[in-house]
């Protein structure tokens, strides 16, 4: 089994449209909350979203899209594109130059590619209305490959030119976290050298609001409280859209290419809770066993661990079943490690999730720093044992796990490790 390392990451996110600021904001634990101007009627009871700056998007026209000069896109590729689809774009850009990849690397037949995003509902709503509307004929010929949620996948491979394996995933909340372990398993046993990990969403009404009819949406109007993980007045998750791009070697495409890795990813887990298709596991059965695969994929154990990036979206259930599973895994080790949620930064970015929060523990391990617990004023007594620090600590996290949960009871965890740790 070969190591892997990341060795590039791209960021479209609320806290930063680049690694340098979204490393900044994520030192600072300055979130990406704002009141969201569609959400301002009364009869809307969320008003609070992570947004993205600098992205004008709103159109279910390309032509009429604005984003930074920096990036240049030909028209025939943004028609074919949904809002998260130029998001994911970018940040692959982004993610490539930062790997230093050259066109005969990206286009190699053992450079691969692995995606996640729900699709763009906004799109699908307008082109299926149209279609409705105006009839069969009048709809367009790219309105497929726009909406539906392979939408990422089609639009990627055909622009860069991407030879090796290619797939989408749809496990909610925990896509990226399957598209990056399975992408760790293609590299591991030499399937390919190089896999691309891509995960976004469009993070606006039609992609965020039906989650209000789950009761799973904060309905705070002060953005600084809107989300909470692990505090006693936390209310539910503050969406957000964007996109993150990672770059995932061999040991052996490291070594030849010469290149610095953020961190090495050591291995992973997966697990099912079989309990519900919505709400996890009451004693986070699913996701403990996931923990427990990771390490023990990883050849590691718990007291290895110093840092656990949480799945903690700030719902009363959830956050309280993954404590769960952090002391069963973790017995009275459980009270040592390290636990932050970067949602509480960010806004929860659904299947994009684990993407963006992996990119940022990259950052956070080579930038020698552990992210604290944003927004956590009044603990909650139940998790009164764990390990909360409220500020960013100055020391990086040598093995960390960072955990998944989605619908259906999917769980994904991920291990870590600092380069040399």
């Not at 943004?78 to 850009?93: I, N, T």
């Not at 996948?153 to 090796?164: H, P, Q």
């Not at 923990?291 to 718990?302: C, D, E, F, I, N």
């Not at 960010?346 to 940022?360: C, D, I, K, R």
Request: aromatic share 6%; with cysteine.
């Amino acid at each position: 089994m070969r190591k892997v390392f990341i060795t590039g990451l791209g960021f479209i996110s609320s806290i930063g449209n680049d690694k340098a600021a979204v490393e900044a904001n994520l030192r600072g634990l300055r979130h990406g909350f704002e009141l969201y101007p569609p959400f301002q009627r009364p009869e809307i009871p969320v008003k609070v979203m992570g947004t993205i700056k600098e992205f004008a998007v709103s159109s279910v026209d390309a032509e009429d899209w604005t984003f930074p000069a920096r990036y240049s896109i030909r028209r025939e590729l943004l028609r074919s594109m949904a809002p998260h689809g130029l998001y994911a774009h970018c940040a692959m850009l982004q993610a490539i130059e930062d790997a230093r990849l050259a066109e005969g690397d990206l286009q190699s037949d053992l450079t691969g590619l692995y995606c996640a995003s729900a699709g763009s509902p906004m799109v699908l709503t307008y082109y299926l209305q149209r279609m409705r509307d105006l009839g069969v004929s009048r709809c367009s010929p790219v309105g497929v490959v726009a909406s539906i949620s392979g939408t990422l996948n089609f639009n990627l491979v055909a622009a860069f030119k991407i030879r090796g394996h290619s797939c989408g995933f749809s496990s909610a909340c925990a896509s990226t976290g399957h598209a990056l372990g399975f992408a760790y398993d293609d590299i591991a046993v030499g399937r390919q050298e190089r896999m691309i990990v891509v995960g976004a969403e469009d993070g606006n009404t039609e992609a965020v609001l039906p989650f209000a009819g789950m009761r799973a949406l904060s309905s705070a109007t002060n953005p600084d409280l809107a989300s909470r993980p692990f505090d006693i007045g936390r209310d539910g998750f503050v969406g957000t859209g964007g996109a993150t791009v990672l770059v995932l070697e061999s040991e052996e495409s490291v070594a030849r290419r010469a290149v610095t890795p953020y961190a090495e990813l050591a291995g992973w887990g997966q697990a099912s809770d079989g309990y519900n298709v919505a709400i996890s596991h009451p004693e986070g059965l699913g996701l403990a066993s996931a923990m427990q695969r990771a390490l023990r994929s990883s050849g590691l154990t718990p007291a290895q661990v110093d840092y656990i990036n949480a799945h903690a979206t700030s719902t009363s259930i959830g956050d309280a079943s993954e404590v769960k599973a952090i002391r069963s895994v973790f017995g009275p080790e459980a009270g040592r490690v390290a636990v932050s949620s970067t949602k509480a930064l960010t806004g929860h970015g659904l299947s994009m999730a684990t993407a963006l929060e992996t990119g940022l523990c990259a950052l956070a391990m080579r930038g020698g720093f552990t992210p604290g617990c944003a927004g956590l004023r009044h603990v909650d007594p139940m998790f009164g044992d764990l390990n909360l620090p409220r500020d960013t600590l100055p020391v990086g996290p040598r093995v960390l796990l960072n955990n998944a949960s989605g619908f259906g009871g999917a769980n994904v965890s991920l291990v870590m490790r600092a380069v040399g740790g």
